[in-house]
């Protein structure tokens, strides 16, 4: 139901396949989407992809051979924000940057491009499944506006399932155009990784998408506490002190590679946005969802 036009877009596929069909979500929330999708569909396979993607060939032919050759669950592939499929400006490339890093995104398997064997995972982005995992593993959970697909992949894996990174399968990403814009989706996503717990009513985030609400948490723990203890901005001075120190290192990589100076001074920024705005948006999750929960008691 976008106000766009996504609609007008989407129906001039009729025009070349026959057996297309527009299905309409009055929830306009993506678990209700790709279930409605899930349930319309009678074929034996079931794929989705985000709009600010773009595949390489034969994306969903290898998806489903890769399915069919190791009898798995699902299989996706590695998501790369690359700057030569449009005219990024330097804001973006710099955002590029951010993402693809290990600094930046952790030890997320499809964002590292350095993989080159199929193996499993936890999650994958751009997925293929198997239709029969609506059967054994039930639907996406439709109180979950973000992470969703996260979450029932984790559902497979903890019931015994497989889910493949096909490296030969490569999805690239539109990142945000705009400071502005990424300031607010690195917020929403933090966010968003607290609340679906919260609503999912089960902790299923790895490690690595908690580590920026710990930074931010032990920055705010230890600048209070500096008002009673000296030491406490000693050690605040030397974590932040470290943490630049490996923001310069990764910046510098992210210059040489580009061959622009200007990443030295715009790259810190971005993975300081990425960090301090994803950890800040846990953290209003959390504070959100106690001040539910005490009104809600109140009441």
Known sequence: MSTDTTLTVAD??????????VLKNIHETTPYAINIGAKFVKGDYFFWISAHSV???????????????????????LVVTDANLQKQTIVQRAISNCINSTFGSGNSAYRNKNINTIRSVDTVFGQCFDKNVFKKYGYFNENLTRCQDYEFNQRIVN??????????????YYPPNTIRKFIRKVFTNGYWVVMSDYLSKKRFHAMRHYFPLCIISISIILIVGGYWFAISWKIFYVLIFIYMLINMAFSMISAISNKNIVFIFLQPLI???LHFGYGGGSLYGILMYHRHIIRKGIV
């Open 12 to 21: 001039t596929f009729k025009r070349i396949f026959k057996s297309y069909t």
């Open 55 to 77: 595949l390489t060939k034969k994306y969903i032919y290898t998806s489903i051979k890769t399915i069919q050759k190791y009898k798995v669950d699902s299989v996706g592939g």
């Open 159 to 172: 019931n015994g399932g497989t889910i493949l990174l096909n490296p030969h399968l490569v999805n690239f």
């Open 271 to 273: 993975f300081m946005i």
